[in-house]
């Protein structure tokens, strides 16, 4: 990735440039893959926590003076604000706002209210369907109360988004969290009493000391909570964090590869028996309540990204905003761009992109419209390393579809290793 000096003087003059943001005429439209885009969607990231979770590599910070946060969620109102006036912006219609983190639930209600009246004001959401546009916010179980959700719901919030991670005490004390297992049945409870009905609820598996029984019980306390969707994520150890040295040192009691692809297996045949659909590798839903933002992500469609180490997605062109909040404020307050880096991503790779993450999703991706899109088709473009995976059944060609198979699920990550 080329740092953003190198790119172009400026923000405005890179997005301003014809060769990204021009409108194409008749003959370039038809051959863009702009031309097939949908709705875009915002990403607003909040990054300060409680405490630093021993396995989390997000952008996010412990023990942030109050001071800073709100300093930091004016800046935040700044950026979108000025975001929604860009060209790009207007010419888009958006179908989705998403306020994750860090711990967005941790800093001011009211300047959290004001931030997200903002956003729905100054950017065009239309409706594309009865639930749109689709407001998420994450919230820790013991950061919330009722006030603080009704305060949000008010606002225009009509998903949450809760960090559950584990039913099991004994598990969240592992993994350093800073919530029970209480906090979390209550959160939901809490939710429900203010009228949420679109609550989705994270879960971990693969987890230091982790067996099948303990991932069982926690997957049905879940489901009899009954949120419309699910998040079920496998842990994965990242760079540069604690878990990752105690890897390196072999203090980490990690479930074997079997094991965890069993685990994986139980939450499929579970959450399928009470009615929520794998609509992709890590996600549950009942019907009509896929997340809309996400499901964007994997069809590698446009957004915005606000607020430090956020990154946007305009059409091909990646841009990442400064990572450390008191310099974001400091660009934002002195009415400088708080871009960092930039990549222009060429047709080939936003092709392999699109192959990639819409794999993810179990209807897989369109033949079709990659090629109407990018002029390539898998097959073209992959040649005998598409062949011998389909020889191998882990992927499969179904109604002008490419996608994984049951087998490929839980292999995926070995898949899409052989595609990048």
């Not at 790779?349 to 993450?357: D, L």
Request: hydrophobic share 40%; with cysteine; glycine share 6%.
């Amino acid at each position: 990735m080329e740092q953003w000096p190198a790119l172009a003087k400026s923000a405005a003059e890179c997005w301003a440039s014809k060769m990204v943001f021009s409108k194409p005429n008749k003959k370039q439209q038809q051959l863009s893959p702009e031309t097939f885009e949908g709705h875009a969607g915002i990403y607003a990231h909040i990054p300060f926590c409680q405490a630093k979770c021993p396995y989390c590599s997000f952008v996010s910070y412990q023990d942030v003076d109050t001071n800073i946060k709100n300093r930091y969620m004016q800046a935040l109102l700044q950026q979108a604000q000025d975001m929604a006036k860009h060209p790009w912006s207007r010419t888009r219609k958006f179908h989705s706002l998403y306020i994750g983190g860090g711990t967005p639930s941790t800093v001011d209600i009211s300047l959290m209210a004001d931030f997200i009246a903002a956003c729905l004001d100054a950017f065009d959401f239309t409706a594309v369907s009865p639930k749109s546009p689709e407001v998420t916010m994450e919230v820790n179980p013991n950061t919330v109360n009722k006030a603080m959700l009704k305060r949000f719901r008010q606002a225009g919030v009509n998903r949450l988004s809760i960090g559950t991670q584990s039913f099991s005490d004994a598990m969240l004390k592992v993994i350093g969290r800073k919530h029970s297992a209480q906090d979390c049945i209550q959160a939901v409870k809490l939710a429900r009493d203010v009228g949420f009905t679109n609550i989705s609820l994270d879960l971990m598996f693969g987890l230091p000391g982790q067996d099948r029984e303990n991932w069982q019980n926690s997957l049905e306390t879940a489901v009899e909570l009954a949120p419309e969707h699910l998040s079920v994520y496998e842990l994965t150890i990242e760079q540069s964090t604690p878990f990752a040295d105690q890897v390196r040192l072999g203090r980490l009691d990690l479930p074997n590869e079997d094991l965890s692809l069993s685990m994986f297996e139980l939450a499929r045949e579970i959450l399928s028996a009470r009615g929520y659909e794998q609509y992709e590798i890590s996600n549950y839903a009942r019907n009509g309540f896929q997340s809309v933002h996400n499901v964007n992500y994997w069809e590698n469609g446009s957004y915005v990204g606000l607020g430090s180490g956020a990154v946007s997605c305009f059409s091909g062109v990646r841009i990442q905003s400064e990572k450390n909040p008191e310099r974001f404020i400091t660009m934002i307050t002195g009415q400088q761009k708080p871009l960092k880096e930039a990549e222009f991503l060429p047709i080939d790779a936003r092709f392999r992109e699109s192959v990639i993450m819409g794999l993810r999703m179990t209807a897989g991706v369109s033949i079709s419209l990659l090629e109407k899109q990018y002029g390539m088709t898998p097959e073209k473009h992959y040649g005998e390393i598409l062949e011998l995976l389909l020889n191998q059944e882990l992927l499969e060609e179904k109604h002008n579809r490419l996608r994984l198979t049951k087998a490929g699920m839980l292999l995926a990550n070995r898949v899409m290793a052989q595609l990048v």
